[in-house]
Structure formats: structure tokens, C-alpha cells
């Protein structure tokens, strides 16, 4: 008590200007402090043992102030995959301090779910001097994807290297490199990359007329994580998510399109309507993925991609729908800087903030 009034005493004898310097002093020394916290502590390094998944973009297409573009990272032992890379997915990880160098799987080509590659690939390579380019995995078509960023990002990287100098920002670490898949004849599934004791398998999923779109599964030290990328609800996510201690499932809900596609109409915009039509039918409601995630038994369930945009907390209610009564499970609606755990040797699955 005594000290605040001292404090206070102290401000009134400043006056306005010596606040305003003092309030100023005091913010670079808070930015000190974070910065050097920032440099000397690893999240990643901090992280247990097992299954990470962080939330590096909760939402879809829409414009949306809380949700950015599809991204999430799994992060296994110290090994950082990252799960498509949206607009704001460099960003996003930065600022949860996930920091190192990173492997990419695209589940499928949709704008979204790309359009975050050349920051992802400028800040692993200039963020590490990476003497390696970006692997970039995903089916058939990636190759384009790989190059055609690669190429943008051209000149960009030669103004880095020039100015930095090539220790700092390598040339050989620029750009991105494909790692196309394709599934054996006859089969939905193949296993994309098997090191360090993770298991990624991916699998087909239902996302027509966007051929072809995949699904990944996690495997690692007897925990799994199941992503279902882009998809209608599909026998083949409820199959890989059998017993898997987190689904992650992306989720749209047709009450709140719905409302989209009136006011469009009403408004006098059939186009934007029927958009909004278009788009039920290769998507998943959270009932839907609600229903998948009981039969298929996991452990807990995330839905990410949140399409509409929710602006107002209170519409996460309508949104969920009946999605907490058909799946009792631990069930979240992703937001940015989500951190789910699920630590080697155990059943435990545990979420936190990484992001205010
Ligand atoms: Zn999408
Ligand atoms: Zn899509």
C-alpha cells in the first residue's frame, strides 16, 4: 500500500510529460526483458515428449480478425511438421515461439491452405541459415506448388543474401522442394515419411471436385494425432481416426452459412449465394464430425477450419450445435495459439495458450 502511494505521489509530481516518459521508459524495459526471454528459452525444446499439435490457424477462407488461414503444426519429439500453411501461418507460429526448422504437408491445393508457403519458407531458411530449401509433401501437383513460390520468391532471396551475406542466408537454402506422393494402385492410404520414430500416413478423403485432397495421421510413441484436412464426412477419416488420441476435424456450419446465403440474396448477390451453397457439400458440420469422432472412439476431439468467422463469442454455441451432446469427449473449438499435449507414455492430453 505504501508503495502505490509513493507510485502515485511520484506521478503527480511528474505531471503529464514526466508520465508519459515514464510510461515509455518502462515499456523498453518490458521489451528487454521480452526479448531477451524471447532469444534464450525454446518453446519447442520446453515442450514433453510425445504428440504437440499448435494451433497456427484455426480458420478458412473468410476474412477473419480472430481465425487465420488453415495451419497446424505437430510437433513430435523436437521434430516440427506443419500441416498446410495458410496466409498468417509463419506469423502465427513466430509469435507462439515456435521456432526451427520445419518440414511442410500440404493436404490439398485450395488457395487458403497454400498461400502462406513463401513466408514459411523465408523464415525457416533466414531464421536457421538453412543450407537446405524447404521440403514441401503432398500429392501429386505439389511439384507446381513448389516452384511456382520458389520462382516468385527469386528475387527476394538474392536481395537477402546480398544483404546479409551468404552465412547469414545461404543461397542453397532458399525456396521450397517438393516431395510428391501418390497412393499405390488400389489402395487410400500410403506412409509419407517414416524418421526419428514418427509415422505420417496419409490418406484419401472426400473434398470433390478438389482432387487430390488427403487427410494425415501422426504416429508417434503410442500417441497418434489424426488431421482430416478439407472433407466431407468420410468413411475413410472415421477409419485412421480408430482409437486415435486426437482428431482433429476441420467443421462448417450450414445454420451460419446459411445466414450468409440470405443476407447475400436478400441484398441482391445470387453469385455470393451461391457460393455459399456450393460450399455445404464438401465440408463437415460439427455434428457431423462430432458423430465420427464417438464412432471412431478417440480420445478428444479439435475443430479446426471454422468456417463461418464466429465475431462474437456467443455464436460459438450456435456454431458447435449438438456437436458437445453426441461426442462427451474433451471437445474444443481450435483458436490460434491453441497448444495440445499428449505426452509419451500415458493417456493424458492436456490444452493451453500459447497466444492472449
Ligand atoms: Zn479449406
Ligand atoms: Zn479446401
Known sequence: MKRVLTGLL?????????????????????????????????????????????????????????????????IAGKRIFVVDAGEAAARTLGRMGIAGDSVVLLTHFHSDHIDG?????????????????????????????????????????????????????????????????????????????????????????????????????????????????????????????????????EALSPRLVGLIHDAALKAGNPKRAKIMTDILNYHTSPDQAADLAAKAGVGALLLNHVVPPLPLRALEGPFLGDARKIFTGPLWLARDGDLISLPAGGKTITRKRLLR
Not at 523498453?28 to 499448435?54: C, F, H, Q, W, Y
Open 10 to 74: 511520484v506521478l503527480l509530481l511528474l505531471g503529464a510529460g514526466g508520465v508519459w516518459a515514464f510510461r515509455a521508459d518502462l515499456a523498453l524495459r518490458i521489451m528487454e526483458r521480452r526479448l531477451a526471454k524471447a532469444m534464450s528459452t525454446s518453446v519447442v525444446a520446453s515442450l514433453p515428449d510425445g504428440l504437440n499439435v499448435a494451433v497456427c490457424g484455426s480458420g478458412g477462407p473468410f476474412p477473419d480478425g480472430d481465425r487465420g488461414a488453415p495451419c497446424t503444426a505437430v
Open 117 to 249: 508457403l513463401g513466408n514459411m519458407a523465408l523464415q525457416r531458411w533466414v531464421g536457421g541459415a538453412l543450407t537446405t530449401p524447404l521440403k514441401l509433401y503432398g500429392p501429386p501437383g505439389v511439384e507446381q506448388i513448389a516452384a511456382g513460390f520458389t520462382q516468385a520468391y527469386v528475387q527476394d532471396a538474392s536481395y537477402r543474401t546480398g544483404h546479409h551475406g551468404a552465412p547469414v542466408a545461404p543461397p542453397s537454402g532458399a525456396g521450397i522442394v517438393a516431395h510428391p506422393f501418390a497412393f499405390p494402385e488400389g489402395q487410400d492410404s500410403v506412409v509419407v515419411l517414416e524418421e526419428d520414430g514418427v509415422t505420417i500416413t496419409a490418406f484419401r478423403v472426400d473434398h470433390g471436385p478438389v482432387e487430390p485432397s488427403v487427410g494425415y495421421r501422426f504416429d508417434y510413441k503410442g500417441r497418434s494425432v489424426v488431421i482430416s484436412g478439407d472433407t466431407a464426412p468420410s468413411p475413410v477419416v472415421a477409419r485412421f481416426a480408430k482409437g486415435a488420441d486426437l482428431l482433429v476435424h
